[in-house]
């Protein structure tokens, strides 16, 4: 399994990525970039996934997590150097001078500055999306009672860019930037000017479903060179593996720009047919995302529960939690990684089963059936994977010394002497012996070993 660390902010702002970071592939360590302690390594960890992508609410979390990366040498998408330079204002004035572009002015101010403006503007709250604390203020007059009702002391007076087509309805596409190439996300049209797909009008409307689909099929056609070429520059300006950016289209053809950054949400549509027209394009950019994590080539399935139960107070709920985690659950993950083995030609799949599933143990019979079900699972799927360059093996551990099995050590269930004596090694085995005989099965040198047990017991089982 592979391992990713996930830094992210206590305080919000982050970056949904449960519909792509496929916790049956990776192991994941969040670390909660605001209070994670700086002097401190990383969890082991192959990549770094940096989810803070708010730079206005969550300036002082990424700079901790700038400061925490310094201690990797992996590679890590959206460094948050690169993510703090995205807030609003920010990206208002480094984006200005891309041909193409439309950006409005905008400026951080104080709730004492209001009469300074000039109207009508637009008031935002640093940090808040979907339209939330948003205002558009026509006149001075006005302003104060509009400010009141914004969340935070400093806000953020924004120039307004009137995004209506010749029909009067106002338009906000969005494009996800993936690993350098652009993505059609989504098209709202609406009659507010504070467009938001949700509270937009495409479900009523037949013509403006069709206008996104044409969008989602033909996104050059639609928006014309102009603005691709715009988008292009934008995206390489952020250089970030994961943003996008909501925009208009001016007359000219240009990019009217309202944000870009990271914090951009790919999310599928529901279930009515009324949107299978946007299926296709959204998994495209998922499955982009996916792709940006990398393959996985080897795979150790060793995650289990256990439990003593007599045979006849086993209920059928722990039996069946018992085969979902420990069966289950190894089918799952391997489900879900083998697809990248086979498009590779090479991978190494190890399963960590039990002893106890070759000599029976009393009390145990869910857990037995579980694990031994691992090892009849290992043989056969070794016979269907060796053919595309897979080995899968199994390795059935005796007493190792872990918390789990500490656990019927302390409440009194298990005699610690007794099995420490009937181990020919005299000891306990350490979760270091079973990880040296993984690192083996995964490497080059154990090619020619497939479909096997590989008893690391002590002797206890032989």
Known sequence: ??????????????????????????????????????????????????????????????????????????????????????????NARRLAGIAGVIVPRIERISRRELDRLRYPVLLRSPGFHTGRHFVHVQSRAAAGEAAAALAGEELLAIEYLDARGADGMARKYRVMFIDGRIYPLHL????????????????????????????????????????????????????????????????????????????????????????????????????????????IAIMVTSAGIEGFTDFLDITPESWDRMMAVNLTGTFHCLQAAVPDMIDAGWGRIVTISSSSAQSGTRRMSHYVASKGGVIAFTKALALDLAPKGITVNTIPPGVIDTPMMRRPIDAGTMNVDAV????????????????AACVFLCSEEAGYITGQQINVNGGWYL
């Open 420 to 435: 420490i004596a009937r181990a020919p090694l005299g000891r306990l085995g350490t979760p270091e012996d079973i990880a």
């Open 188 to 295: 709202a049209i609406s009659t507010d000017w504070k467009v938001h797909y949700f509270s937009a009008d495409m479900a009523r409307s037949a013509d403006f479903r069709e206008e996104e689909r044409r969008f989602l099929c033909d996104m050059p056609g639609v928006l014309g060179p102009r603005a691709m070429e715009a988008l292009t520059r934008v995206a390489a300006a952020l250089d970030l593996q994961y943003a996008g950016a909501d925009f208009a289209l001016a007359r000219d053809g240009s990019v009217l720009l309202f944000e870009a950054n990271a914090t951009m949400v790919v999310f599928p549509p529901g279930p009515d047919p009324l949107w299978d027209y946007r299926r296709a394009a959204i998994e495209t950019a998922l499955d982009e995302v996916r792709s940006a994590l990398g393959p």
């Open 1 to 90: 399994m592979g391992w990713r660390s996930l830094l992210v902010s206590a305080r919000g702002g982050n970056i949904p990525t449960a519909l792509w970071i496929d916790d049956r592939r990776f192991t994941i360590h969040a670390l909660y970039a605001d209070y994670a302690d700086i002097a401190c390594d990383l969890p082991e960890h192959r990549l770094v996934m940096n989810a803070i992508g708010d730079a206005d609410l969550c300036g002082e979390a990424l700079e901790r997590a700038e400061r925490l990366l310094a201690r990797t040498t992996g590679p890590v998408i959206n460094p948050p150097a690169r993510v703090r330079a995205t807030g609003r204002a920010d």
